[in-house]
């Protein structure tokens, strides 16, 4: 009957591999160590932490375990020979024997139950059912019972658990007693219709029921019916009570499964003498202490187990649940008697929890300097604050008085200390208690348990003890008392391969990669760094230990560099553009590579640490060293001419044949000053320094092309004292250098401060390059053979004319230079291969970002190929492979645009066309974050033909498509209101601001909720991918409220069965939504009086009308108080562009809302229904006749295999 009633939830469920820390090479990870509470979890198979929950409750019981732990392998066999035939192996207790074992003593975060779960006979599938842990409860000690036949723990069970209860009749006539024993294991007790364990024991055991009336019993003595009184009582006390609650029901009524989640107390400690049979044994014989909680989270078809233990051996290192998490890590890691390196502090707590201070509690707890200080009676800082130890005498949790209760707080570390000293003073330590949670093992309070007496996650088994049981001392934090030899040598050699594997794993982790570059192998350059040997970049990679500090990668290089002679200073050095160049020193021989910034790749530079082939080496980053593209007038022909000593910098280009401009990067040091690089240029000081306009940005293509012209502004006087970095001087920067004799040219003229550029743009010519590849076999590579001449051109030539005017080539296009979009003055390739068919596209990419001039590369395509086809081809042109890739568009800003979401279309559908440029991007498509909306347009209803009686409410046929938006769910609604403006479909309409938009939520083409909030996310506003939106133009800005209600009103016709038009009205509901404020708002919108309206609500898809009464509903019948209902909540749910029928009393008799066209509306769906009706008896006596009725797939009941051992 109740089938999958446990299934676990989804969100419950446990993976078993780790998301913390790196992953291992290899896949070999070793197990997480255990937690702060020093306890084992266990993991979960998919589905089952009932399994878990129950396991855990067996291993805190000592008195079972050790039990368990009695039975030796010359009664239980030997797991190795359970293969052999005749061998009785009695692998169940074995299996738990050593789970048990690995619980205790392998230090791992949480242990497999699948050899268990094996040996209970189990398959893959079983391991992903959920079961209810009563149900197991009983089938485990079962197993275990048949199990242990004919050894000497065959009844250790039954004397832990075994108790009897005896049910008594007596005959009210003759006296005479009929009983009956029965045993129990465990408790089943009520909870529907009690409050409480002692109210259902009361019920169980101490009041009688009668039989009288038509329920009489037949007496034995009497030999007739009589009446009589049936009572139960608890004869046999076991030394562990185990409690089942009935929390799971079933409604007869309404045919359907419920879980109890009222409130039903426990105590923690009970009396059971009321309920006993013999009562004259003292208190302690009666007294149970509890030690365990199983609790079920979730609702009646689908939960979770977790269970709360209370650690009767301290076993675990238990610490108040308030208790600042980052003062125990560190606590850990310090020694009163020593002190630690801060920087090497960090490093020491993540080789401990596996994460850094900043990652984990910097967000709470701020930087760990400030909050070491803010603990000034924990910590102590010496060596002028370099270190930080322990005090020797640190404040007892136990002997600490607690502070005040005003002063706890969660944000407080220091305060959080206090709590838990006095958390620890008021529990002693045999009442520490943990919430096992499968893998997961917290603290928690003793009070804690109080959370679970009610609501859906509550408790659901009840595990009490004796107060009499004792456990001896030797017991208590010793995890290997009683646990056999072998099983705690089994632990041990476990625990060494756990410790060899993580210390592999963590010098794995730990292991970077160093670029060392050689002083001697680099020269000083132009305020950077460069390679004394063009070939060779004068760098080493060493794979080094981050965890050892800097004196042992010292000591390494000296190893290495055998002939090194004087000081070595290690500086942290980066590659510019301009070149490499130096920051900090690595100063402190003590400090770890990790405590100092040093991570894999990071680049390192060896050297004396004052200069660098004889040339004082200026460091930090005020030096860092700028790349400047310097500018320089060419008035001369030869576009071959060398291009002087700055050739050996960067590379120096001339933009055409021409007048014009060349082109040389040069690197400078940042703080140097702009007239100190007039001179490194050779330059005389009249001449003239240059900026170009950041404006006129995208003139320096004009510039060099033609046609076209680019301002710059002059460097006053004033700032040629000032350095690159104050003029905020970048990378590729352009700088201007003039002469004066320049402005005789015409290419530049002055006006003021500023030099404009021009090009000759009358020029009617095109240059025509052309490379023939050329080389024989035996060459390493190609040899270009490169010639170079200028045709001739007009506007309106054909382009095969101006091919043939330097070689015969077979060509299809047919275009002229214009169409082409071929510019004049322009440098035109000649390439081998064809050019593209009528069925193909030439299309323009290029990798990662937009393309700069020049910069993208080419590729011919079918039209008929798809995105994902396309996306391959160019992938391999540049040699590039894997799914993590993407294409998206160019937008009209020349920069990366929507990204193609549809890899299955063809590039024909989408539009593509030759020339476009595509941008391969890194990455998946879009994730969910993104949106992709459809929007449509909502047409004014005055401007269509509707007729009066008209009475839906939606508008379905008042709106059309206009596009759709890509956003992301993290944007506003003003954003997403901003970017539907920019649909193409809305160039036209006129919006003065977003306020003007109303954006109506669509469901089934009708408008259903309007979005409010200007400045929420669209995630708050709950929109998910795929949503449709309705835009509306309104003629007066809004911002609605909250609980502000837009209804569609409309006063009914007098004496007719029809209505005025629809009108717009605003109901602020935000303090009253009675009907009663809704009557007075219609009435001062009309100017009639409140009490002469009668109002209804329209419901189209019923085409009926409900009516709207002021009533009001009894709450208390003791106090008589009534409370008005809402028209926001049942039955009504007034909601956004709901219609409200109205009726003037005073001048219209007609009470009833109905239309014509609601009643024609009415018949129709009666005749949908007819005609559902009949089809579906039509199906159902077609299958009785076939015999295809289907059944209810058989429930699988809970079972666990033992072998036979009798």
């Known amino acids: 009957m109740f089938g999958n009633l446990f299934e676990e939830d989804e969100e419950e469920g446990f993976s078993s591999t780790s998301s913390k820390g790196r992953v291992a090479k290899g896949g070999d990870e070793p197990p997480p160590a255990r937690g702060r509470g020093n306890l084992c979890g266990i993991k979960n198979q998919g589905g089952t932490c009932y399994l878990n929950s129950l396991l855990q409750t067996l291993l805190f019981t000592p008195e ?138 009361w019920n169980m055991f101490v009041e009688e029921e009668l039989f009288e009336g038509n329920n009489l019993y037949r007496c034995a003595q009497c030999d007739r019916l009589v009446t009589a009184a049936k009572s139960a009582k608890l004869k046999k006390l076991p030394p562990f009570m185990t409690m089942s609650l009935l929390r799971f029901s079933f409604d007869f009524a309404k045919c359907e499964r419920y879980k109890e989640t009222g409130r039903y107390t426990f105590p923690l400690t009970i009396n059971l003498r009321p309920f006993c049979e013999q009562t004259d044994g003292d208190d302690s014989d009666y007294s149970y202490d509890l030690f365990s909680v199983i609790i079920h989270k979730g609702g009646c078809y689908g939960g979770h187990y977790h269970v709360y233990i209370r650690d009767i051996d301290q076993l675990g290192q238990w610490e108040p649940p308030n208790m600042t998490n980052c003062s125990f890590p560190i606590k850990l ?83 959080a200390s206090d709590a838990g000293a006095a958390e620890q003073q008021q529990e002693p330590d045999q009442n520490h208690w943990f919430d096992l949670n499968d893998s997961t093992v917290t603290s928690i309070r003793e009070s804690d348990i109080e959370k679970q007496f009610q609501g859906k996650e509550s408790a659901y088994m009840l595990f009490y003890r004796k107060t009499q049981l004792c456990r001896p001392s030797e017991a208590l934090n010793n995890p290997q008392y009683k646990v056999p030899s072998h099983l705690v040598q089994m632990a041990q050699e476990e625990n060494l391969n756990l410790q060899q594997m993580r210390e592999k794993l963590e010098a794995t982790n730990n292991t970077v990669e160093l670029h060392l570059h050689l002083a001697p192998c680099y020269r000083l350059e132009n305020g950077a760094l460069q390679p004394a040997n063009k070939e060779h970049n004068g760098s080493t990679t060493l794979s080094f230990d981050r965890r050892k500090t800097v004196g042992d990668l010292r000591l390494a290089i000296y190893q290495m560099q055998e002939l090194w002679e004087g000081d070595m200073a290690l500086t942290v050095a980066r590659s510019l553009p301009a070149g490499l160049h130096l920051y900090n020193t690595l100063t402190d021989d003590n400090v770890s590579l990790y405590s100092a910034g040093i991570y894999t790749n990071s680049d390192l530079f060896v050297w004396n640490g004052r200069e660098v082939c004889g040339a004082t080496m200026l460091t930090g980053a005020e030096w860092e060293p700028v790349l400047l593209t310097v500018v320089r007038p060419f008035l001369g022909e030869d576009v071959e001419q060398d291009v002087g000593d700055g050739a050996e910098c960067g590379e120096s280009r001339v933009e055409n044949g021409g007048p014009g401009l060349k082109r040389e990067a040069r690197g400078f040091a940042g703080g140097v000053t702009l007239g100190e690089v007039k001179e490194a240029l050779g330059e005389p000081k009249e001449s003239l320094l240059c900026q170009e306009h950041k404006e006129a940005k995208r003139g320096e293509q004009g510039a060099g092309e033609g046609g076209g012209a680019s301002g710059w502004r002059v460097f006053p006087p004033d700032d040629m004292q000032r350095t690159l970095k104050e003029l905020s001087l970048k990378d590729g920067d352009a700088l201007l250098v003039l002469e004066p004799q320049s402005f005789d ?181 879009p994730p969910k974050g993104f949106l992709k909306l459809s929007m449509w347009l909502h047409l004014d209803p005055k401007n269509i033909e509707t007729d009066f009686n008209h009475t839906d409410n939606g508008h379905a046929e008042e709106q059309i498509s206009i596009g759709q938006v890509e956003i992301s769910d993290e944007a506003t609604l003003e954003d997403l209101k901003t970017q539907v403006l920019t649909l193409p479909a809305l160039q036209n309409v006129c919006v003065p601001t977003t306020a003007f938009m109303r954006i109506w939520q669509l469901e089934g083409r009708r408008l259903t909720r309007i979005l409010r909030g200007q400045q929420l996310t669209l995630r708050k506003l709950k929109l998910s991918g795929g949503t449709d939106l309705c835009v509306q133009q309104l003629l007066k800005e809004e911002d609605l409220g909250p609980k502000e209600v837009l209804l569609n009103v409309k006063m009914g016709v007098p004496g007719e069965r029809s209505y005025y038009p629809a009108e717009e009205l605003v109901w602020d509901a935000s303090r009253d939504s009675s009907p009663r404020s809704l009557r007075t708002c219609l009435a001062a919108h009309y100017g009639l009086s409140p009490d002469s309206l009668l109002l209804a609500k329209h419901q189209p898809d019923k085409h009926i009308w409900e009516e709207i009464s002021n009533w009001s509903q009894q709450v208390s019948k003791k106090k008589k108080k009534k409370r008005t209902e809402s028209l926001l909540g049942a039955p009504f749910h007034l909601k956004d562009g709901d219609t409200i029928g109205i009726k003037n009393l005073l001048i219209d008799n007609n009470r009833d809302f109905i239309t014509v066209e609601d009643e024609q509306g009415q018949q129709r769906l009666r005749e949908q229904a007819e005609q559902r009706r009949k089809g579906w008896d039509s199906f159902i006596l077609s299958h009785k006749k076939a015999g295809q009725t289907k059944s209810r797939k058989p429930e699988v009941a809970l079972s666990i295999s033992v072998g036979e051992f009798r």
């Open 64 to 201: 079972f375990r050790e039990e368990l732990f009695s039975l030796g392998p010359e009664e239980l066999g030997r797991l190795e020979d359970k293969e052999k035939p005749g061998a009785k192996v009695r692998v169940i207790p074995l299996e738990l024997q050593r789970l048990f074992a690995r619980l205790l003593l392998v230090d791992q975060q949480s242990a497999s139950t699948a050899d268990l779960t094996d040996s209970f006979g189990w398959n893959s599938s079983e391991g992903t059912n959920q079961h209810d842990v009563q149900e197991l409860n009983r089938i485990l000690f079962s197993a275990l019972e048949h199990s242990l036949v004919g050894t000497s723990g065959s009844s250790f069970i039954h004397r832990l658990y075994h108790g009897t209860i005896v049910n008594s009749i007596v005959c009210k006539e003759c006296g005479n007693v009929s009983q009956r024993q029965e045993d129990f294991l465990d408790l089943t007790v009520c909870v529907c219709g009690v409050s409480s364990l002692e109210e259902a024991l």
């Open 333 to 415: 890691l310090c020694e009163p008697s020593k002190s630690v390196l801060m920087d090497q502090l960090g490093q020491k707590l993540m080789n401990k929890i596996g994460s850094s201070w900043s990652k984990k509690f910097r967000k709470h707890y701020g930087p760990i300097g400030k909050f070491l200080q803010s603990h000034n009676d924990v910590f102590i800082l010496v060596s002028g604050g370099t270190r930080v130890a322990l005090k020797a005498n640190l404040p007892s949790p136990v002997t600490e008085p607690p502070g005040p209760p005003e002063q706890t707080t969660k944000s407080d570390p220091s305060t």
């Open 745 to 925: 040219s015409s290419v530049f003229t002055r006006n003021g401060d500023v030099v404009t550029v021009t090009t000759p743009s009358d020029c009617r010519w095109l240059q025509v390059e052309f490379r023939q590849h050329g080389g024989g076999e035996g060459d390493e590579e190609d040899e270009e053979d490169t010639r170079k001449i200028k045709v001739p051109a007009t506007g309106s030539m054909v382009m095969h004319c101006v091919v043939s005017l330097v070689v015969y080539l077979t060509v299809c296009e047919e275009l002229s230079v214009r169409d082409a979009g071929v510019r004049l003055m322009t440098t035109l390739t000649l390439c081998p291969g064809n050019a593209p068919k009528a069925s193909q596209l030439f299309l323009h990419f290029s990798v990662g970002t937009a393309p700069s001039a020049g910069m993208e590369m080419d590729i011919i395509v079918e039209q008929t190929c798809t995105v994902r086809e396309c996306l391959k081809a160019m992938l391999d042109a540049v040699g590039l492979d894997g799914t993590c890739w993407h294409l998206r568009r160019l937008d009209w800003c020349e920069e990366v645009g929507e990204p193609l979401m549809d890899e299955d279309a063809s590039l024909s559908e989408l539009k593509i066309s030759s020339g476009e440029t595509l941008v391969v991007t890194e990455g998946q498509l």
